[in-house]
């Protein structure tokens, strides 16, 4: 086991920002959490990461409590945080070897590390180059490299493509699956669901605190949605009337004030009776993650 | 609790890569400030005085200014720089997750202010020196004593960045604790001729007791109380070295 946590409590003053959550993390692994903002998924990765004490419960990051020996957990971890937080005072390079330093890793070493890393994500180009002169993206990228420079057990990333591009999110999906080839365990948080689609063996869904399910992606589509989605665009008809022209068919069934969704196994019947009663604006498609997390957390925002 | 390791040297070695980057805007800014004292007042208005202790005012005022360039210089470090990595750079929130612990970041960050100060300080012996205002072998201890005055002053100044809200924050500090500690520790006038109050007041700041060392080391006497000066120096220093990083550990780690 990577990480394993129970009954794991984080509260800042009076915010109960984690609440009791439990959840093992298994070797090369990738593990998600989603979840709405403030759900405590940042919160989770702290205390994994020794950034922040746990409260109360038991938390095993790499076999060791890190309430107890922080640096040697840290020294297995590669971390990449919420928000870039690179030395401005350095070039691209030196940030990355500065870094090794930090890790005891020997300057020799360290230097030719840096320059496969920056290989890796592409940025070999700015090897020189000022990190304020990096736009975000490949602010994005540099962390990433950082993040592996002491070749870490485990990679734990925090939202790692929010507000890039699609070529540099694709380009940094390409990188975690050459990772995961190479066996490194990985713990991501993300709002993306395509993103947690795609690089996740199993994700966690937060929220107020708390695992609401855990499972892989799959299933959780399976298990929570179905196969497929029906949206019907309401357009000024009352919900009443569809609930009561479907009432005969053995569907989930959610209404927001624009459209109705149903979730179900196979659609071909409700779609075809959906024709027949002369409903027109109609999409069928396959269930995501999206479907699972909305259904779970609630359409409308929380705070 | 409060464990430091060698790893602070790690912190120490990144402040001075970053150092070398802007060696001559630091030359600069740490020289300009000591060297219009020494001039304005020195020259300026030692011009208009007679001797004091013996001895012109410019060379009087001399030894006290090489302290204070390094005090000035520490508390800049610790204080501003500190802050700027701590909160607004989150240079910290990026060290710690690494080996390195909290506590050596702030170690790393304190003698690296003693380091600056010692640099400063130095800087200044120099241009003294050239002035022909320097008269002892004795003052080649100066820079060992200005590495005391750079880490107590570091200290201190990490103690206010642990609680500081704000770079605002920083002004009041410098205008109500340093800049008095400033002109009230011997520098510019002799304190033996102050009322009783001030003198008892100035004897416990710690810079007060450089600079009586300072004089005695450029000038080649015997200071009248080394033990005291060396005490004062070295044992406030330890208290807010503590006191300092477990603030900073507190207000880091949440
Ligand atoms: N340093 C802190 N001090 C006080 N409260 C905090 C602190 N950090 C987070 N919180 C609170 O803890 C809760 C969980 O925050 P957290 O950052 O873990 O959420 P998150 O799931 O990562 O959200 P997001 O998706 O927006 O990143 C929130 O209510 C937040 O306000
Ligand atoms: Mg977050």
Request: glycine letters at 6%; hydrophobic letters at 45%.
């Given at each position: 086991?990577?990480?394993?946590?129970?009954?794991?409590?984080?509260?800042?003053?009076?915010?109960?920002?984690?609440?009791?959550?439990?959840?093992?993390?298994q070797e090369k692994e990738c593990f998600g959490f989603i979840g709405p903002n403030g759900a405590g998924k940042t919160t989770t990765m702290k205390m994994i990461y020794c950034f922040v004490p746990r409260t109360s419960g038991d938390l095993q990051v790499l076999g060791r409590d890190p309430s107890i020996h922080p640096?040697?957990?840290?020294?297995?971890?590669?971390?990449?945080?919420?928000?870039?937080?690179?030395?401005?005072?350095?070039n691209v390079f030196t940030n990355l070897t500065m870094y090794a330093n930090y890790f005891d890793i020997p300057k020799a070493i360290a230097r030719t590390r840096a320059k496969e890393l920056l290989a890796f994500v592409q940025l070999t180009e700015k090897e020189k180059v000022k990190i304020?002169?990096?736009?975000?993206?490949?602010?994005?990228?540099?962390?990433?490299?950082?993040?592996?420079?002491?070749?870490?057990?485990?990679?734990?990333?925090?939202?790692?493509?929010?507000?890039?591009?699609?070529?540099?999110?694709?380009?940094?999906?390409?990188?975690?699956?050459?990772?995961?080839?190479?066996?490194?365990?990985?713990?991501?948080?993300?709002?993306?669901?395509?993103?947690?689609?795609?690089?996740?063996?199993?994700?966690?869904?937060?929220?107020?605190?708390?695992?609401?399910?855990?499972?892989?992606p799959k299933d959780l589509i399976r298990d929570h949605i179905g196969e497929e989605v029906v949206e019907v665009m309401l357009m000024d008809m009352p919900a009443g009337k569809l609930k009561q022209d479907t009432s005969g068919f053995n569907v989930t069934l959610e209404e927001t004030s624009q459209k109705c969704y149903f979730y179900?196994?196979?659609?071909?019947?409700?779609?075809?009776?959906?024709?027949?009663?002369?409903?027109?604006?109609?999409?069928?498609?396959p269930a995501t993650l999206e479907d699972v997390f909305l259904k779970l957390t609630g359409r409308d925002l929380v705070d | 609790?409060?464990?430091?390791?060698?790893?602070?040297?790690?912190?120490?070695?990144?402040?001075?890569?970053?150092?070398?980057?802007?060696?001559?805007?630091?030359?600069?800014?740490?020289?300009?400030?000591?060297?219009?004292?020494?001039?304005?007042?020195?020259?300026?208005?030692?011009?208009?005085?007679?001797?004091?202790?013996?001895?012109?005012?410019?060379?009087?005022?001399?030894?006290?200014?090489i302290v204070s360039s390094a005090m000035f210089a520490a508390v800049y470090e610790c204080t501003f720089e500190s802050f700027l990595k701590m909160i607004h750079l989150k240079t910290y929130d990026a060290i710690i997750v690494t080996p390195v612990n909290i506590e050596d970041v702030v170690t790393g960050d304190i003698v690296w202010g003693a380091t600056k100060a010692m640099l400063s300080g130095i800087m200044m012996f120099v241009v003294i020196t050239v002035f022909g205002l320097i008269h002892s072998w004795w003052s080649l201890f100066i820079p060992l004593l200005i590495f005391l005055v750079g880490l107590h002053?570091?200290?201190?100044?990490?103690?206010?960045?642990?609680?500081?809200?704000?770079?605002?924050?920083?002004?009041?500090?410098?205008?109500?604790?340093?800049?008095?500690i400033f002109f009230f520790s011997g520098i510019f006038f002799p304190l033996s001729q102050s009322p009783g109050w001030l003198r008892a007041l100035?004897?416990?700041?710690?810079?007060?007791?450089?600079?009586?060392?300072?004089?005695?080391?450029?000038?080649?006497?015997?200071?009248?109380?080394?033990?005291?000066?060396?005490?004062?120096?070295?044992?406030?220093?330890?208290?807010?070295?503590?006191?300092?990083?477990?603030?900073?550990?507190?207000?880091?780690?949440?």
């Open positions: 086991m990577v990480v394993v946590a129970k009954n794991l409590i984080k509260k800042y003053k009076d915010t109960m920002a984690v609440n009791g959550i439990e959840f093992k993390v640096e040697l957990v840290k020294a297995n971890l590669g971390v990449v945080p919420q928000d870039n937080n690179l030395d401005e005072d350095l304020n002169e990096l736009s975000s993206g490949m602010k994005r990228r540099l962390m990433i490299a950082r993040g592996l420079i002491n070749d870490p057990k485990l990679l734990i990333l925090d939202e790692p493509t929010v507000g890039l591009d699609p070529q540099a999110r694709h380009l940094i999906w390409d990188r975690l699956h050459e990772l995961k080839k190479q066996n490194v365990s990985m713990i991501i948080t993300t709002h993306y669901m395509d993103e947690a689609t795609e690089l996740c063996d199993r994700i966690a869904v937060m929220d107020k605190g708390k695992i609401m399910v855990v499972g892989k179900c196994r196979d659609c071909r019947s409700l779609l075809s009776h959906l024709a027949d009663k002369g409903y027109k604006h109609i999409l069928r498609r | 609790m409060i464990k430091v390791s060698s790893r602070w040297t790690k912190v120490w070695y990144r402040n001075y890569i970053s150092f070398l980057k802007f060696f001559y805007v630091n030359l600069v800014g740490n020289l300009g400030d000591p060297i219009l004292y020494l001039l304005a007042m020195g020259f300026g208005l030692g011009a208009f005085l007679g001797q004091i202790e013996g001895v012109s005012y410019v060379q009087f005022l001399a030894p006290g200014i002053f570091a200290c201190f100044a990490m103690l206010i960045t642990a609680w500081a809200p704000n770079f605002d924050y920083f002004s009041y500090f410098l205008e109500l604790v340093i800049t008095p100035s004897g416990t700041f710690p810079l007060t007791h450089a600079v009586e060392l300072s004089r005695a080391l450029v000038m080649g006497t015997v200071p009248q109380r080394p033990i005291t000066n060396i005490l004062f120096l070295i044992i406030p220093s330890i208290g807010l070295f503590y006191w300092s990083v477990w603030r900073m550990k507190k207000r880091m780690i949440k």
